[in-house]
């Protein structure tokens, strides 16, 4: 008798502490969570941001660059010395001297110089630009599509953390019934009125549920740890739903939806884009680049001044006729990489509309099952209640009442699996759709 009151104590302690530590959350406020502090999501944004940073870099193909230069030399350099007078504008007659040519004094020399370049044609630059712009709205869908994955992920686990405490509630009252109707046999079994083999089972049956409501307290802290990790939060105790859970009320669904405007598919099609422009660019690399120039001298004897001046403007063409077999191979492997991103893009869309239609058939019956499994529900209730009458008044024996409680607690444990799937599916079915 000790030990069953020890045992029943302990038992109430875990419950009682699983009730002290829960702490309520609803799924709005989870998915602001997880939309604010994802580590997937900023991974992605950081992504796309750096695509975005890729993008901008390739505005040098038609901007100027722009650089400044300071540079102070002192020589005795004949040429060097001569030439930096006459920048310097100081050139006398008397430097004309073949003794002072060949010769000089040691000369200082500062030189600001301003240079300017502006690509005038540059045909490969520009579509590489366009491979890059290509790139980046394609992160940015990329991005856009893990928001929504990341979405429907906290739904799920919102719905795994549901079942779970529904799951726990189940156990609960069954371990109760269970611990009640071990009494009641014992009280029988005493009196004489019952063999002992009908009060071991009963033992039996109440160490079994009381298992099983181990396991599902388990089950429900996994469950609130892994919404936790999606929300990045160090919040102590199990998290609990503040909406129990319910079949989900179907909406209008466009059961016909094409995956053409998916955000997944776009970047995928957004990709293979980038890669076709690239392959182009490398084919027009034979092509000759046009650049025009320009740079502003200051010169002097003196640091940072300014006593002489002068400027050169120009026009380059360059044209790199044959560097060895890369410009081929190059273009080769780009006009394969653009064919195996084609093939990508075909092969993700025909794997998504797999995954679509299988959908709509897990929603069907989802949805078939759920009317079965309540109608099956009702049928083990009524059915436990008659056998509880009977077996009080002696007309039905302990085993059969223990069935009808087990099968009870199984059908309300398949009801809420067969609720949990449902919700599931018409998420999943949702998710796949989403534009």
């Excluded at 010395?81 to 006459?86: H, I, N, P, T």
């Excluded at 980046?136 to 405490?165: I, S």
């Excluded at 002068?310 to 790199?320: F, H, I, K, R, V």
């Excluded at 006009?335 to 195996?340: E, F, G, V």
């Amino acid at each position: 008798m000790k030990q069953l009151l020890f045992f029943a104590f302990i038992c109430f302690s875990v419950v009682v502490l699983h009730a002290q530590q829960t702490v309520p959350i609803s799924l709005e406020k989870a998915l602001e969570e997880v939309q604010k502090a994802n580590v997937q999501l900023k991974i992605s944004a950081l992504e796309a941001n750096a695509a975005k940073a890729d993008y901008g870099m390739s505005s040098a193909t038609f901007l100027p660059n722009i650089s400044i230069s300071h540079t102070g030399i002192t020589t005795t350099n004949p040429l060097m010395a001569f030439g930096s007078k006459l920048n310097q504008e100081v050139l006398t007659a008397a430097d004309f001297n073949p003794d002072l040519l060949n010769d000089p004094d040691a000369i200082e020399n500062f030189a600001t110089v301003i240079s300017v370049q502006q690509p005038l044609f540059n045909a490969d630059g520009f579509l590489k630009r366009k491979a890059a712009k290509s790139t980046f709205e394609a992160k940015e869908l990329q991005f856009q599509r893990t928001q929504d994955y990341m979405q429907f992920e906290t739904e799920k686990a919102y719905m795994q953390l549901q079942l779970a405490h529904k799951m726990v509630a189940v156990l609960q009252k069954a371990d109760t019934t269970a611990k009640a109707n071990k009494k009641l046999t014992k009280d029988y079994y005493d009196q004489g009125l019952i063999q002992k083999a009908d009060w071991l089972q009963a033992q039996v049956r109440a160490s079994q549920v009381n298992d099983q409501l181990q396991q599902a307290l388990s089950n429900l802290s996994n469950a609130s740890d892994y919404l936790k990790f999606l929300m990045q939060t160090t919040i102590e105790g199990n998290l609990e739903p503040q909406t129990d859970l319910r079949p989900t009320v179907l909406e209008t669904l466009t059961i016909d939806a094409t995956l053409d405007n998916r955000a997944d598919v776009k970047a995928m099609r957004k990709a293979a884009e980038a890669y076709k422009a690239n392959a182009k660019a490398d084919k027009l690399a034979f092509l000759p680049r046009l650049n025009a120039f320009g740079t502003y001298e200051l010169y002097d004897d003196e640091v940072f001044k300014a006593g002489a001046n002068g400027y050169t403007l120009g026009a380059s063409l360059s044209w790199d006729i044959f560097k060895g077999s890369q410009r081929f191979s190059q273009a080769k492997k780009g006009k394969i990489n653009a064919d195996k991103a084609q093939l990508e893009l075909q092969s993700y869309k025909a794997k998504s509309n797999m995954e679509l239609d299988k959908a709509k058939r897990m929603l069907a019956v989802a949805k078939s099952q759920l009317a079965s499994s309540a109608l099956a529900l009702e049928q083990s209730e009524e059915a436990l209640k008659i056998r509880t009458n009977r077996f009080k008044e002696g007309l039905e024996k302990t085993t059969d009442l223990l069935m009808a409680e087990t099968q009870l607690a199984e059908q309300q444990l398949t009801h809420c699996q067969t609720i949990y799937e449902h919700n599931y599916a018409l998420a999943y079915f949702k998710f796949l759709t989403k534009e």
